[in-house]
Nanobody, 123 residues
Framework: QVRLVESGGGLVQAGGSLRLACKNV????????MGWFRQAAGKEREFVAQ????????YYSDSVKGRFNITGDNAKSSVFLQLGSLKPEDTAVYYC????????????????WGRGTQVTVSS
């Protein structure tokens, strides 16, 4: 049974940082693209960051580029999202996702999803 389990969310002040983790259970390590999405209250889910299964190619939304960093650790079957210079508008539930496609271009192309972890940034 495949599971993606996020952790690391919490309450942080603006300008602070957090490190989110996504533990993969049941997927073949190194065979999936991994992504992070977020959904703020009353808004649609949006793409945040993605890394391919080699860990070489990373993509970010314009809103987080330069502030967030996605990394993978195949030995730990985990992917991480380092959040920096946080802003109140980064407040959302953050979801981890896995895709069989080498370069998924939308949320619909992801095959597995975690349940999310809440990030709240206070001003």
């Amino acid at each position: 049974q495949v599971r993606l389990v996020e952790s690391g969310g919490g309450l942080v002040q603006a300008g602070g940082s957090l490190r989110l983790a996504c533990k993969n259970v049941g997927l073949s390590v190194g065979s999936f693209a991994m992504g992070w999405f977020r959904q703020a209250a009353g808004k649609e889910r949006e793409f945040v960051a993605q890394v391919d299964w080699t860990g070489r190619f990373k993509y970010y939304s314009d809103s987080v580029k330069g502030r967030f960093n996605i990394t993978g650790d195949n030995a730990k079957s985990s992917v991480f999202l380092q959040l920096g210079s946080l802003k109140p508008e980064d407040t959302a539930v953050y979801y981890c996702a896995a895709a069989r496609k080498i370069r998924p271009l939308s949320a619909a192309e992801y095959d597995y999803w975690g349940r999310g972890t809440q990030v709240t940034v206070s001003s």
